[in-house]
């Protein structure tokens, strides 16, 4: 399939959305770029990025390595200066109010952004105390933050001698000594184990609970699928598609129909009528039985299997499968979303990391 | 290691760490720059290894000087040191200042300053702090020159206070020189290549001077370059304090010098952290 074009998904961020309702109701959004240019050389690290964040929500940013994302989230927690374009957070531009901005935001990096040579607790204590807590209360908060974050057994150890998963809460941890209304997760559950993973996922869900938004990203899919409210999907430093997952997934196209015929002797008969009625080509399975089509429009899916039961063809089952958000991403941007690719920007932004 | 908790209790826990979390007021510039500090000293304290060098070669020099150049020079390794420590220390001083860049070289390409930076705080203090925890390291320095040199014979006319305001004078310039390499540290790309620029410094620096030969006996042109050299001003500054005959001219001098080396590093310094990547 060939790459979409950006147009071809105005669509699906204008279809009505809570979400978008409600940022249209009110000053609400957490985050809004527009234009943003960033680059190292002749690299075009990020290139023209446009970003609309609601208040409250989790937001996914989803690519593959080297698609920009760690220098745009560098640039919205005021960490890079954009070449070009301009942002601003909860309506703070991010280059001339950048200490406003950072007294409302928290960022959690790629690489563990907590002290290695220090113990969890000196480590929190130190953060307590740059926001201005007392010597004596920074210990308080420092302990209960560790108490939260199931690692009270670990306080008085170096960091270095943590492993991926505690790290990773940690520095989670350091995130919000004090409640930051936006959090930045840069890549949060890369190369943790499944059990730590699901424990961030938890934390995430918390802090969005407790009326936090979230920036994340990611490039795991199912990440995206699991905790962003909406997703915006980058690759070569700008946005490609954005929406929901459910939206990012029916602008590809609703998914595959499978047909399982009750007589395989119908198969023939049953071909050229579903491919007429769905306008796409059928495809025969191994199984005599069966056949599958891409579907471009789920309307049309209704109205095949009725013709199909008027010509007296029986079905055994059928199903509509949505498409993965690999295959949305596949779709989109004509590679696949995991593979590394092998360009300029990966390296750039290990550079810049 | 960690307790399985159930994932509600985990959720409940979190969310109550952050329900709780009232917002102090912002510490100012001295409070964030002493809590720096102290993240430097708890490196020190972690790792201890790092102090090798403001112990192990104060103790070399002066040993290595003393007896080296002493006889030649002085007539007797005891006159000799009267006149070489003061020197001595002013110069293995200048030398430790250079691992300070090495150091905060190392320290800003870990992840932790991203979150440092994206704090609202007092920007310099992230530096300043370190740098007043090098202070501790040069006085440590100091400290151990000084009692090895007072085992050896050095008797300072001035006493233990004229020494110490010696020592205090040094410090100064010593926490000023850092922010030339502070900079070097931030700008230069690899570790190996600050070393060689801070060497190709500091030897020229340190060595023509007054520290170990009267600038009388070199040739004219050098003595003319030793004359305003900042080590040499300081040198003569610290001799002055520790015999007891103080040059106010030098002194001031070398605090004029000092604050030259803030002005205009400080800020380079800061603008070159900004624009880091």
């Known amino acids: ?353 | 290691m960690t307790a399985i908790t159930p994932r509600q209790d985990a959720q409940t826990a979190v969310r109550t760490a952050l329900s709780t979390s009232a917002r102090p007021a912002r510490p100012g510039p001295v409070s964030t720059s002493l809590t720096f500090w102290w993240r430097a000293l708890l490196k020190i304290k972690h790792v201890p290894e790092q102090l090798f060098d403001v112990t192990a070669f104060p103790i070399m020099f002066l040993l290595l000087f003393t007896y080296l150049f002493g006889g030649a020079l002085a007539g007797s390794t005891t006159a000799y040191l009267q006149e070489v420590l003061p020197g001595i220390l002013a110069l293995t001083v200048a030398m430790i200042t250079m691992y300070t860049g090495v150091t905060l070289n190392r320290d800003i390409s870990k992840g932790v300053h991203d979150r440092f930076r994206s704090l609202p705080v007092w920007r310099p203090a992230t530096l300043v702090g370190p740098l007043l925890a090098d202070v501790v390291r040069y006085s440590l320095a100091a400290t151990v020159m000084i009692v090895l040199g007072l085992a050896l014979g050095f008797r300072p006319g001035a006493g233990l206070t004229g020494m110490v305001v010696a020592v205090a004078l040094l410090l100064v310039f010593a926490f000023s020189l850092s922010w030339v390499w502070t900079m070097l540290g931030i700008i230069m790309r690899s570790e190996n290549a600050l070393m060689s620029l801070s060497m190709l410094i500091l030897f020229p620096l340190t060595f023509v001077s007054n520290v170990f030969v009267r600038p009388e006996t070199l040739p004219s042109w050098l003595e003319s370059l030793v004359a305003v050299n900042p080590i040499a001003i300081l040198v003569t500054a610290m001799r002055g304090l520790a015999h007891g005959h103080p040059a106010t001219g030098e002194i001031t001098a070398v605090l004029a010098i000092s604050a030259a080396f803030v002005a205009v590093f400080g800020p380079l310094t800061m603008l070159a952290y900004r624009r880091k990547t």
């Open chain 1, 1 to 353: 399939m060939p790459p979409h074009t950006p147009g071809d998904l105005d669509g699906v961020a204008l279809q009505a959305d809570p979400l978008s309702a409600a940022a249209a109701a009110g000053p609400t959004l957490a985050i809004e770029a527009s234009g943003l240019v960033k680059h190292f050389g002749a690299t075009r690290a990020v290139d023209g990025l446009d970003l609309r964040v609601p208040t409250g929500t989790v937001y996914g940013v989803l690519g593959p390595n080297g698609a920009g994302k760690t220098t745009a989230i560098r640039m919205l927690a005021t960490l890079l200066r954009p070449d070009a374009g301009s942002a601003r957070v909860f309506g703070l531009d991010i280059v001339s109010e950048a200490d406003a901005v950072r007294s409302r935001v928290s960022l959690t990096g790629q690489f563990a952004s907590v002290d290695e040579d220090l113990t969890g607790l000196e480590n929190l204590v130190l953060l307590s105390r740059l926001w201005g807590y007392s010597r004596a209360t920074a210990r308080t908060r420092a302990r209960a933050l560790l108490e939260a974050f199931d690692l009270a057994a670990a306080a008085e150890r170096q960091v270095k001698t943590y492993s991926g998963g505690m790290r990773r809460r940690l520095d989670l941890a350091a995130s919000i000594v004090v409640t930051p209304e936006l959090i930045f997760l840069d890549e949060p559950t890369t190369g943790l184990d499944p059990r730590s993973r699901n424990q961030v996922w938890d934390i995430i869900r918390a802090l969005v609970a407790e009326g936090a938004t979230v920036l994340l990203t990611t490039q795991y899919l199912d990440e995206a699928d699991h905790l962003a409210d909406r997703i915006a999907v980058i690759d070569h430093g700008r946005v490609i598609a954005e929406g929901s997952s459910s939206q990012l997934k029916s602008s590809v196209g609703s998914g595959a129909l499978h047909v399982r015929l009750f007589d395989p002797a119908q198969r023939p008969f049953a071909e050229p009528l579903l491919a007429r009625a769905l306008n796409a080509p059928v495809r025969l399975e191994a199984d005599p039985a069966a056949l599958s089509a891409t579907v471009s429009d789920a309307q049309r899916v209704t109205q095949a299997l009725s013709e199909l039961s008027r010509a007296g063809v029986a079905l055994a089952t059928f199903a509509l499968g949505q498409p993965s958000l690999d295959e949305v991403f596949l779709a989109l941007t004509g590679h696949p979303a995991e593979a590394d690719i092998d360009d300029g920007p990966a390296s750039t932004e290990e550079a810049a990391a």
